[in-house]
């Protein structure tokens, strides 16, 4: 068995371009630089004040001074233009960028619109759709799937280029010829989003033909030939990077292991698999009184199907896969429900202010253990977050639920995720490691944030703390205002001081002696200074670990017939031109017990990007994608094993959601909310 990777090499010393210092506004030269592109007169970069180009520099200059002519102006120093060699060693941002005008110009002739906004995307523009009928499904009247690309260069040091290419698959609508925005995708109905789910989120076999389907549209040649204006050529090979098992591959860009399951530790025994609780029972069950008094905030319609519901969580439920044994016989707990406890809406909207008052009126009762059955008809965003922020502000567990779910087949899988779930509201343990991430004492530490719903300049910062056991040790949040109106989460820190402080108070807390954190966007220079200056100062050794989960790449797997499948969980590809980069499948084929279990979920496996951004322990990049798997088994909202987000990153996403909601006036007197307890985040 190997691995195939959705990536396109090829050989890349230098390149001879054209530099030509240039005084205008930057939207008028990159506006340039794409017509340049697409009517094939250059291919530029505009970097420091220099237009860097391959074309002719005389019929550059003749376009560049019509813009004179017009409204508005562009400046250039004659004397200046110098013909110069760009290498992969010095010069890999403009070289990525003249590769971007070039493949970009390439695909707008060939009947495809690219970049799509500001993303690297491609769609094929109507009459190339129509053309080629591949690339489009109809799903309604309005509304079809449009079939792109996805595309990302990466230029390496050692003279190779990289072309990554994934299929993009939006929806598309046709009268408008326009791809749906987030808030129509929102409002789709079941159905529709039915189909798109079939047709658009594509197994691995059918994602890989389909990709090559589109690159032969493109290049209907051997090679993807790419021609610069002046006529120098850049070829990659059709063929899809491919991984032998034994870590050999056609060349020696990237290597590949698979990483062993991680095991845990349940009450009597270890599994690698977290369905074994049922078996093995809970690693620690301790309410304060096991009588669990059990509240409905439902629909009178369907309290029926929730009585029946909850007595097979209560007492078991012979599925015909596993049996689900009961939270009786798993814990020795006893649930009690009456029809006294049956709350119910007057409204099918389920209005948050009535919903507000039905738990207020629970929660003022101060039973210790009771828990709130929360039925909901579908998922409904904001009012999640507001009756999750409300009930961790009165300590009151809240299981919410999907109408459809009460009754939905195999529903043992759901009584066994719904039964966890509870274990861990309730103060118990369901499983830990068998073996700890680390053998010092180690923090594991998770940063997230969130844009405030309604003040645009606000957002919310959370930093969540983990022992080297993956245990939650607590959580904090804190607002800031920015001097401007957000647009993305990307980029947004914590400053420096604020970062240094809550160091200074877990480091006097917990005294580790590594802490490894993690984020899912780049570190801050002021994140990286703060960090970097108290772990110095305190001996301790430290990394910053980014987590990528948006990124352009696949992992195939092909077994020993030669057939493209599902990869493996645990795979880690190894880049021999960056050796702080890995991409980590989280998520794809399990094995367990010497035998595959086959990966049943929607789609292709999508890999998580682990890079190392400072490190100072010992640990490296295959030892951090290690402990990041290790991460993933640690969610007790359900017991599947095949999970892509660790809980670092899980759960400082879902406290920084969570902010908006809670109470703005404590975060902001106190400087700090802290949720102790990970069980209000389940």
């Not at 960028?97 to 060939?110: A, D, I, K, P, V």
């Not at 040649?221 to 032998?244: C, P, Q, R």
């Not at 009450?267 to 609780?277: E, G």
């Not at 007057?346 to 009771?370: F, G, P, W």
């Amino acid at each position: 068995m190997g691995i195939l990777l959705n990536v396109f090499e090829t050989s890349l010393s230098g390149l001879k371009v054209w530099r030509l210092q240039i005084f205008a506004s930057p939207k008028i030269i990159f506006q340039k630089m794409r017509e340049f592109s697409y009517n094939r007169i250059a291919e530029g970069s505009f970097f420091d004040g220099f237009l860097f180009f391959k074309g002719d520099p005389e019929q550059v200059i003749n376009e560049l001074e019509k813009v004179n002519n017009q409204l508005e102006r562009v400046s250039f120093i004659r004397d200046s233009l110098e013909e110069i060699t760009l290498t992969p060693q010095n010069d890999g941002k403009l070289l990525k960028n003249l590769l971007y005008s070039l493949f970009e110009g390439e695909l707008y002739r060939r009947g495809f619109i690219a970049p799509i906004s500001k993303n690297k995307r491609a769609l094929p523009d109507p009459v190339t759709y129509q053309t080629h009928k591949e690339l489009f499904v109809k799903l309604n009247d309005d509304i079809g799937v449009l079939y792109g690309l996805r595309y990302m260069f990466e230029v390496c040091p050692r003279n190779v280029v990289r072309l990554w290419l994934d299929l993009y698959t939006p929806l598309w609508w046709v009268t408008e010829k326009r791809r749906l925005n987030r808030k129509e995708i929102r409002e789709i109905d079941i159905t529709l989003s039915e189909l798109y789910t079939h047709k658009a989120i594509l197994h691995p076999k059918e994602r890989y033909r389909k990709v090559l389907k589109i690159i032969d549209i493109l290049f209907p040649g051997e090679a993807i030939e790419l021609k610069f204006s002046d006529g120098n050529l850049v070829s990659f090979s059709k063929d899809m990077y491919a991984i032998l098992e034994s870590g050999e591959a056609h060349a020696t860009s990237f290597s590949y292991n698979v990483l062993d399951e991680p095991y845990l530790r349940f009450k009597y025994a270890i599994s690698k698999n977290p369905r074994d609780v049922i078996r093995h029972k809970p690693y620690v069950f301790r309410a304060s009184s096991r009588d669990i008094h059990v509240k409905v905030i439902i629909d009178k319609a369907i309290k029926n199907e929730f009585f029946n519901f909850f007595k097979k969580l209560r007492d078991g439920y012979a599925g015909n896969y596993i049996t689900w044994p009961g939270l009786r016989a798993l814990t020795g707990a006893e649930l009690s429900l009456s029809d006294s406890d049956i709350i119910s809406l007057d409204s099918q909207d389920y209005i948050y202010e009535d919903a507000l008052k039905k738990i207020m009126t629970v929660s003022s009762e101060r039973d210790k253990n009771v828990v709130i059955f929360f039925v909901v008809p579908r998922l409904m965003g904001k009012f999640y977050y507001k009756i999750k922020a409300l009930a961790l502000q009165k300590q009151v567990p809240v299981q919410f639920l999907l109408k459809d779910t009460l009754t939905k087949e195999p529903l043992e899988f759901t009584l066994m995720n719904i039964g966890v779930a509870l274990i861990a509201k309730l103060g118990g343990i369901p499983w830990i490691l068998r073996n700890p991430l680390t053998q010092t004492n180690s923090l594991f530490v998770g940063i997230a944030f969130h844009v405030d719903h309604e003040s645009k300049d606000i957002y919310y910062g959370v930093v969540e703390v983990f022992d080297k056991f993956g245990k939650q040790l607590e959580c904090k949040i804190k607002m800031y205002k920015s001097l401007s109106r957000i647009h993305s989460i990307r980029g947004l820190y914590i400053p420096k001081k604020d970062m240094e402080n809550i160091l200074e108070d877990l480091i006097e807390k917990y005294e580790p002696r590594e802490i490894i954190f993690h984020k899912s966007a780049t570190f801050h220079k002021e994140e990286k200074e703060a960090i970097g200056n108290i772990c110095r100062r305190k001996n301790i050794q430290y990394a910053l670990v980014h987590i990528e989960r948006s990124n352009p790449y696949r992992v195939y797997g092909v077994n020993n017939e030669g057939y493209v499948i599902s990869p493996l969980r645990g795979t880690v590809v190894l880049d021999k031109y960056n050796m702080n980069r890995a991409i980590l499948l989280t998520t794809g084929i399990v094995m367990l017990d010497g035998k595959l279990r086959m990966w049943h979920d929607l789609g292709t496996p999508r890999p998580l990007e682990i890079m190392i951004e400072e490190n100072t322990t010992r640990y490296s990049i295959r030892e951090i994608s290690e402990q990041v798997l290790a991460l993933t088994k640690l969610d007790w909202n359900t017991t599947e094993i095949s999970l892509r987000v660790p809980i670092t990153l899980k759960y400082s996403n879902k406290a920084a959601k969570l902010a908006p909601y809670l109470n703005l006036k404590d975060i902001a007197s106190s400087g700090l909310l802290e949720i102790s307890d990970v069980r209000f985040l389940i």
